[in-house]
Nanobody, 124 residues
Framework: QVHLVESGGGLVQAGGSLRLSCAAS????????MGWFRQAPGKEREFVAG????????NYADSVKGRFTISRDNAKNTVYLQMNSLKPEDTAVYFC?????????????????WGQGTQVTVSS
């Protein structure tokens, strides 16, 4: 059982930056690929970014490419999401998730473990 806890959310003005963290416990973190998803009010949860267990491969939703960067530190059992040039449409609850798979990281259905989420609000 892997337990995930997100942090780093908050209120930021458009154009600003935030870094989200997701700390994992209860499992072998380096065995899992990790993903970040987000869910805005009234919308479905959507993929934001994914990273393989070793960190050698990442992928991003088109809406965040060039602005967001996913990374991980296996020694600290933590995955990060650096968010730059934030826009009001980035406002959502952000979730991290873990999967044993190393491909199709954009598919919500492959993830076994989920955190509780952290709120990100971008004001215009």
């Amino acid at each position: 059982q892997v337990h995930l806890v997100e942090s780093g959310g908050g209120l930021v003005q458009a154009g600003g930056s935030l870094r989200l963290s997701c700390a994992a416990s209860g499992g072998t973190f380096s065995s899992y690929s990790m993903g970040w998803f987000r869910q805005a009010p009234g919308k479905e949860r959507e993929f934001v970014a994914g990273i393989t267990w070793s960190g050698d491969s990442t992928n991003y939703a088109d809406s965040v490419k060039g602005r967001f960067t996913i990374s991980r530190d296996n020694a600290k059992n933590t995955v990060y999401l650096q968010m730059n040039s934030l826009k009001p449409e980035d406002t959502a609850v952000y979730f991290c998730a873990a999967t044993i798979r190393g491909y199709e990281l954009g598919s919500r259905n492959i993830y076994t473990y989920w955190g509780q989420g952290t709120q990100v609000t971008v004001s215009s």
